[in-house]
């Protein structure tokens, strides 16, 4: 997923661009906050820079303390709910794109799968998956796993 990308909710209310300034892999995650936000098996997401969110439409926002302590907060549209990205107070500059908002987000392939342990257990991961049982718990485990190389 190089270059410029666009997305939006499902209302069609926002709209978005992604410039490609500092954009890291794609993971999934499988830990049961992301089933209990999502209402669904896990969340697909992509670390970006914030600055390069190009957003329209009316926003809103919602927020949660992670058990790490850190502050969520998750802006989505107004109007249909649909979650564009979220922001954590501990890792300031940084978005977390919610890929299934992308308009190709058919092309957006897992680089690695993070708390397979509580994997829902009908999910059948590739062969080949790079999975965690948990997650990286500092920045250098989070580059070590999702910087593009
Ligand atoms: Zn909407
Ligand atoms: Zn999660």
């Known amino acids: ?4 990308l666009t997305g939006g909710c499902l ?4 709209r978005y661009r992604l410039t490609n300034e500092f954009r890291m ?3 999934a995650c499988h830990c049961t906050d992301c089933q209990s936000r999502t209402g669904s ?45 979220a922001i954590n107070d501990e890792r300031p500059g940084m978005a977390s794109l919610r890929c ?19 994997k829902q257990p009908w999910i059948v991961l590739p062969p080949d998956a790079l999975v965690m049982a948990e997650q990286p718990r500092t920045n250098e485990e989070w580059m070590a796993l999702v910087w593009p190389k």
């Open 41 to 85: 098996a896990f969340s697909e997401h992509m670390l970006v820079g914030t600055g390069d969110v190009h957003l329209e439409g009316e926003t809103d926002c919602g927020w949660y303390v992670q058990p790490s302590r850190a502050k969520s907060q998750i802006v989505g549209c107004a109007q249909c709910k649909t979650r564009i990205y």
């Open 1 to 4: 997923m190089k270059g410029e």
């Open 11 to 14: 209302c069609g209310q926002v």
């Open 100 to 118: 299934g908002t992308l308009d190709r987000s058919a092309e957006v392939e897992p680089h690695a799968h993070i708390w397979v342990r509580s």
């Open 25 to 27: 892999l794609p993971y």
